[in-house]
């Protein structure tokens, strides 16, 4: 099974930007599509984005369209989620997730069965 490791969260105004991080360990990285999900406090975790194999392939939700950029470096293991533009709204515990697949585009989070421990994203107004 393959270790995920998020970074890169904090707390910066609404307007800004930060990148997340989320470096791999174990397994073989190119054999996993991945996924970001958030979780706000009392809110059930939600789709942000996913990615596929090969980076060629990805999917927003309608939330975060055109503001984030979901981007993988299969040489350096690590994926990243690039945030511009943020919002109060955006504040959560951001969560990166793997599964094998040659698949794209998974966005229901059952269907992932590696987690990282999560990083807080919070956007003041």
């Known amino acids: 099974q393959v270790q995920l490791v998020e970074s890169g969260g904090g707390l910066v105004q609404a307007g800004g930007s930060l990148r997340l991080s989320c470096a791999a360990f174990r397994g073989t990285f190119t054999n996993y599509a991945m996924g970001w999900f958030r979780q706000a406090p009392g809110k059930e975790r939600e789709f942000v984005a996913a990615?596929?194999?090969?980076?060629?392939?990805?999917t927003y939700a309608d939330s975060v369209k055109g503001r984030f950029t979901f981007s993988r470096d299969n040489a350096k293991t690590t994926a990243y989620l690039q945030m511009h533009t943020l919002k109060p709204e955006d504040t959560a515990v951001y969560y990166c997730a793997a599964i094998i697949s040659n698949l794209y585009g998974i966005v229901t989070d059952s269907t992932y069965d590696n987690w990282g421990q999560g990083t807080q994203v919070t956007v003041s107004s």
């Open positions: 990615i596929s194999w090969s980076g060629g392939s990805t």
